[in-house]
């Protein structure tokens, strides 16, 4: 952290102790994996605590906006390229940690459907537990865009579900 007030540690402090549940879960369902999603959350703190002295008018969102670009990045990095219904959960998982994964990996073929502003906005209300005027935050978007993207996503994936 290039800035060692106690001001800045207590920050960050805070901030770990708000948002991590939240930004893991949300990495988690993004990435299907629980080392991908904790590495991406760690990386997100660790730039947080360096970043330059500058004030950040919303953290919870500059967080959450870091998290779903290292998600991202994370996703397009790995190789080599596996989809979602062909990996196989590691041997040493419970039987709790495999059905996790499997539905993850469910929801996230369906979210796959969708146009990405809706998946987005799905998740971000869904695995973080974030309102929508935080998820207008987040996407630097209207409340009543992210409202719209919201029920229109709902409405597609219900109609999925009853395909099947």
């Given at each position: 952290?290039?800035?060692?007030?106690?001001?800045?540690?207590?920050?960050?402090?805070?901030?770990?102790?708000?948002?991590?549940?939240?930004?893991?879960?949300?990495?988690?369902?993004?990435?299907?994996?629980?080392?991908?999603?904790?590495?991406?959350?760690?990386?997100?703190?660790?730039?947080?605590?360096?970043?330059?002295?500058?004030?950040?008018?919303?953290?919870?969102?500059?967080?959450?906006?870091?998290?779903?670009?290292?998600?991202?990045?994370?996703?397009?990095?790995?190789?080599?390229?596996?989809?979602?219904?062909?990996?196989?959960?590691?041997?040493?998982?419970?039987?709790?940690?495999?059905?996790?994964?499997?539905?993850?990996?469910?929801?996230?073929?369906?979210?796959?459907?969708?146009?990405?502003?809706?998946?987005?906005t799905i998740r971000l209300h869904t695995?973080?537990?974030?309102?929508?005027?935080?998820?207008?935050?987040?996407?630097?978007?209207?409340?009543?865009?992210?409202?719209?993207?919201?029920?229109?996503?709902?409405?597609?994936?219900?109609?999925?579900?009853?395909?099947?």
């Amino acid at each position: 952290m290039k800035n060692h007030t106690p001001e800045c540690l207590k920050e960050l402090e805070e901030l770990v102790d708000s948002c991590r549940e939240p930004l893991f879960r949300f990495a988690f369902f993004r990435l299907g994996s629980r080392m991908d999603a904790e590495d991406v959350v760690q990386d997100a703190f660790l730039k947080w605590a360096s970043r330059p002295e500058r004030t950040v008018g919303h953290p919870r969102a500059y967080l959450f906006r870091m998290v779903s670009n290292g998600c991202c990045d994370r996703r397009r990095r790995r190789t080599p390229l596996v989809p979602l219904d062909q990996l196989t959960a590691p041997s040493d998982e419970s039987a709790e940690e495999r059905e996790a994964h499997e539905e993850a990996r469910r929801i996230e073929a369906l979210l796959d459907k969708l146009p990405p502003e809706q998946a987005e906005t799905i998740r971000l209300h869904t695995y973080a537990s974030l309102r929508f005027t935080e998820i207008a935050e987040v996407l630097r978007c209207p409340v009543s865009t992210v409202k719209s993207r919201f029920g229109s996503g709902i409405e597609k994936l219900k109609k999925m579900a009853n395909l099947f």
